[in-house]
């Protein structure tokens, strides 16, 4: 999967306004649903330093689970790559009751979805991030999203995600909680445009000229790690 991925810090006051903006042109997928993400990482923090020193190429290894807990939730095992603006995601999707079986057997065939094209390949490719780098869960990243495709371009996804939360040190179970996470953002929310081409249709660069939106380089993944002080944790999280 490749596209182009556009980021926008926006004012919360902006959130009702934007959306009643691009309702003509889009279409609703899904309304205040819960993306709820915990973030691998080496020991040396190797994947936060790339951002935050601005490297062209990086990554992202992370389990991604939607929405709130039911008998048959999915799990994502995704590996996200960026170059510049393009990103590149890798995914395997897994019953989150077979999660921690399958981390700790490594049994693809036995617990890998075939829902999705080379699903048991990026697993593959997931579990030897995992292994090979000695990765471990840093943070659990929370936020509530409403997201939009084009009604003329179905390609063209437009989220919006508010309410940022995250925790430090999180176990897998962990990936449901709400009441011990940590709010992060409470002023802005985060808008972003994913399209198959840097080339945006004409309405919604004129909403964006018009609001005077900015680009912004945005990761959710710094951004709440961050905010948990993680020089005076480091230690803690290398005991792991």
Same mark, same amino acid.
């Given at each position: 999967?490749?596209?182009?991925? *556009? @980021?926008?810090?926006?004012? %919360?006051?902006?959130?009702? #306004?934007?959306?009643?903006?691009?309702?003509?042109?889009?279409?609703?997928?899904?309304?205040?649903?819960?993306?709820?993400?915990?973030?691998?990482?080496?020991?040396?923090?190797?994947?936060?330093?790339? @951002?935050?020193?601005?490297?062209?190429?990086? $990554?992202?290894?992370?389990? #991604?689970?939607?929405?709130?807990?039911?008998?048959?939730?999915?799990?994502?095992?995704?590996?996200?790559r960026k170059h510049g603006l393009t990103i =590149? $995601?890798?995914?395997?999707?897994?019953? &989150?009751? /077979?999660?921690?079986?399958?981390?700790?057997? +490594?049994?693809?065939?036995?617990?890998?979805? /075939?829902?999705?094209?080379?699903?048991?390949? /990026?697993?593959?490719?997931?579990? &030897?991030?995992?292994?090979? &780098?000695?990765?471990?869960?840093? %943070? *659990? %990243?929370?936020?509530?999203?409403?997201?939009?495709? +084009? @009604?003329?371009?179905?390609?063209?996804?437009?989220?919006?995600?508010? /309410?940022?939360?995250?925790?430090?040190?999180? @176990?897998?179970?962990?990936?449901?909680?709400?009441?011990?996470?940590?709010? %992060?953002?409470?002023?802005?929310?985060?808008?972003?445009?994913?399209?198959?081409?840097?080339?945006?249709?004409?309405? *919604?660069?004129?909403?964006?000229?018009?609001?005077?939106?900015?680009?912004?380089? =945005?990761?959710?993944?710094?951004?709440?790690?961050?905010?948990?002080?993680?020089?005076?944790?480091?230690?803690? *999280?290398?005991? #792991?």
């Amino acid at each position: 999967m490749k596209r182009v991925e *556009l @980021k926008y810090l926006v004012g %919360v006051e902006l959130y009702d #306004r934007l959306k009643s903006e691009i309702a003509p042109f889009v279409v609703e997928d899904r309304v205040d649903y819960a993306v709820r993400s915990i973030y691998f990482d080496t020991p040396n923090f190797d994947y936060y330093n790339d @951002k935050v020193e601005g490297l062209e190429v990086r $990554k992202k290894v992370r389990i #991604r689970i939607y929405d709130v807990q039911r008998d048959n939730s999915l799990a994502f095992l995704e590996i996200k790559r960026k170059h510049g603006l393009t990103i =590149f $995601k890798n995914r395997a999707p897994v019953f &989150y009751s /077979n999660l921690d079986d399958l981390l700790k057997t +490594g049994d693809i065939e036995r617990y890998v979805l /075939n829902l999705e094209p080379l699903s048991k390949e /990026n697993a593959r490719k997931f579990l &030897y991030h995992l292994y090979a &780098y000695n990765l471990k869960p840093v %943070v *659990l %990243v929370t936020y509530n999203r409403d997201a939009f495709h +084009g @009604k003329f371009n179905p390609l063209l996804r437009i989220t919006f995600d508010r /309410n940022l939360r995250s925790l430090l040190n999180p @176990k897998i179970s962990d990936i449901f909680v709400e009441d011990i996470l940590k709010f %992060v953002m409470f002023d802005f929310f985060i808008m972003e445009v994913k399209s198959p081409s840097q080339v945006l249709p004409v309405w *919604l660069r004129s909403i964006i000229y018009n609001y005077e939106l900015k680009l912004v380089s =945005f990761s959710k993944y710094v951004i709440c790690l961050d905010s948990h002080d993680i020089l005076s944790q480091k230690i803690e *999280l290398l005991r #792991r």
